[in-house]
């Protein structure tokens, strides 16, 4: 691939996701494994753990299509993805996001340049779909939005070149990370706190505590493997309960409890592993 000459960038997230880890990355660094092989990363999401670690070989998955054909075109077809980009740059308003919004066909290239654009003027730069699994979030209020950020595109292209990035369920993870010393971290969504903290409920991939459950089983099985294991979830007794055979650290967050502003503050996490440094 050739890389034009810009200022270089480090790579880093390019899409604002809901459960971003970038914050948290900082109280992190005491409890990520000093040594593996392969990196999994199942929950990927914006991929905040990712991008700090840049790990020489990884397999990075998510159930949601649209992120991983983004992630894919990124990686396979940048250049043109950054011409989609342009246009729509140069095309942004309020009738033209609805209408980009509204659009379901195209080819990949075309998809990938959606999710980023309507993630860039998107209110909050959320993901979220309805239950026919639409994208479905209002324009966001921003003066002049910044579409694309082309050194920033290479830079995460060129670190993804040798990653496997596939659309899968977390349980995927079994058939992949098979060997002693390799490195999962699983960031899934988080058990609620209370009812009305239970965003998750409502979209197409509500995440229940039968699925905690099962991805609880699964880190059982990984640790069995001697694969190195490091999760984050809600500081709440039911999850503490969980992972009570392995380490739990309690870590600080800010989060919106709900959508509104008023109601950020800090509040714990946790983070568990199943190995000690
Ligand atoms: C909390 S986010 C991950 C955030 C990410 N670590 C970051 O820094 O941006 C959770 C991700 O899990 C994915 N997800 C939800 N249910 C899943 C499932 N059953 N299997 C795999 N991925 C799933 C969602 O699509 C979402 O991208």
């Known amino acids: 691939m050739l890389t034009p000459i810009f ?3 480090s790579p880093r997230p390019f899409l604002k996701w809901a459960g971003g880890k970038s914050q948290l990355i900082q109280q992190y660094l005491p409890y990520f494994p000093k040594s593996f092989k392969t ?4 929950f990927l999401g914006g991929g905040a753990i990712f991008f700090h670690l840049l790990p020489a070989q990884a397999v990075l998955t998510d159930i949601n299509l649209e992120l991983i054909n983004t992630y894919r075109c990124l990686r ?4 043109e993805l950054i011409a989609l980009l342009e246009v729509h740059q140069m095309n942004h308003s309020q009738d033209y996001y ?5 659009l379901i066909d195209g ?3 075309e998809k990938a340049a959606r999710v980023i654009y309507l993630n860039k003027t998107c209110f909050n730069g959320l993901y979220r779909e309805n239950l026919q699994g639409q994208f479905n979030v209002p324009i966001g209020r921003y003066k002049n939005p910044k579409i694309c950020s082309s050194a920033l595109l290479y830079s995460v292209s060129a670190v993804l070149q040798s990653a496997q990035i596939e659309v899968r369920p977390f349980e995927a993870v079994l058939e992949f990370a098979k ?3 390799n490195f999962v971290y699983f960031d899934p969504p988080y058990y609620p706190l209370s ?3 239970n965003f998750t409920a409502y979209s197409r991939n509500a995440f229940s505590e039968h699925d905690q ?3 609880r089983d699964i880190v059982g099985e990984l640790a069995h493997r001697n694969v190195k294991v490091m999760l984050s979830n809600s500081d709440s007794p039911f999850i503490r309960q969980l992972y009570r055979d392995f380490n739990i650290y309690t870590i600080s967050a800010t989060r919106s409890i709900n959508s509104k502003a008023s109601n950020r503050g800090k509040i714990s996490e946790i983070l568990v592993t199943t190995y000690k440094n």
Do not use: A, C, F, G
């Open 195 to 197: 009812q009305t903290s």
């Open 76 to 79: 396979d077809n940048v250049e």
């Open 179 to 181: 060997t002693p010393n």
């Open 98 to 102: 609805y209408k980009v919004r509204s």
């Open 39 to 42: 990196y999994y990363e199942p």
């Open 107 to 109: 080819t990949e290239i």
């Open 213 to 215: 459950i099962r991805l």
């Open 7 to 9: 200022d270089k960038v």
